[in-house]
């Protein structure tokens, strides 16, 4: 096939096994928030797991979520029926990808059950709406030997999405705290530590759909090109801006950024 080059010439790209060229040896996958971001996120990400990667590995995907849909969520968050995110999400996927091992967990993450759901070699996306949570989750893959963790968020008409990597025991993309220090001191509280009457008197920010959807495209395609990457490589930038009102979508690598692992 061809593709243009910019420069009025065609190149010829060579033709690869849309299912050989993928990493993914281990093939454990966890996706921690299922509303704007990751309802929108989970089917193309397991389509692509199921579908283009490796097709000798068995493949699992956790899904994480101790919150539930309701009415409300109707405006932007893709469901079925109402009942808690996680488990709700496995029910609709499982008949639609059969090579997947789909697993629910209906709990929020905290500084306690975190190692029981994110561990060595496995490949994180997160979709949650706080920065405790991050921090907790960025904290706890610093711990790990080999992990991938793609984080996504966003306000009302901008986002970002950001790549932390650790392989071999090295950083090979910095932790979500690193420069961000809304993260590094969340000035928000993790849900897990809220009560019943306190998570339903939280307000809900303002989000629209279209951001949503872009932010989960954006983690997707990160890791897409993560995956079609050589072994000792990595992606070439940390994490991607996108303004809707714009139009514009751009990322920043380690050389824009002083920082010491």
Not at 35 to 50: K, M, Y
Not at 82 to 97: H, I, M, R, S, Y
Not at 101 to 112: G, H, L
Request: hydrophobic share 40%; proline share 5%.
């Amino acid at each position: 096939s061809y593709c243009p080059t910019g420069k009025g010439k065609r190149t010829r790209i060579k033709a690869r096994s849309r299912t050989t060229h993928f990493k993914g040896a281990h093939m454990r996958h966890v996706l921690i928030g299922l509303g704007g971001i990751g309802s929108h996120l989970v089917e193309p990400l397991c389509r692509f797991i199921a579908l283009s990667c490796n097709q000798e590995q068995e493949k699992h995907i956790v899904l994480i979520d101790g919150d539930a849909y309701e009415e409300k969520n109707r405006v932007r968050q893709k469901f079925e029926t109402f009942g808690n995110k996680a488990e709700v999400t496995k029910k609709w996927l499982t008949p639609l990808f059969p090579e997947l091992t789909i697993e629910a967990k209906a709990r929020f993450v905290d500084p306690e059950n975190i190692y029981l759901f994110v561990k060595d070699g496995d490949h994180v996306f997160m979709g949650v709406d706080n920065h405790a949570t991050r921090k907790i989750v960025s904290e706890h893959v610093e711990t790990l030997k080999n992990a991938l963790l793609i984080s996504g968020g966003n306000e009302l008409t901008d986002g970002n999405v950001q790549i932390f990597e650790r392989r071999k025991g090295a950083v090979v993309l910095p932790p979500l705290t690193a420069f961000h220090p809304e993260i590094a001191e969340p000035a928000d509280r993790n849900p897990a530590e809220l009560s019943c009457e306190e998570l339903a008197k939280l307000p809900s920010g303002r989000q629209l759909i279209a951001v949503n959807f872009m932010i989960a495209a954006l983690m997707l395609n990160a890791y897409t090109l993560w995956t079609m990457k050589q072994k000792e490589q990595s992606l070439p930038y940390m994490e991607t801006y996108f303004d809707l009102l714009t139009g514009n979508a751009r990322v920043v690598n380690l050389k824009e950024r002083s920082w010491n692992a």
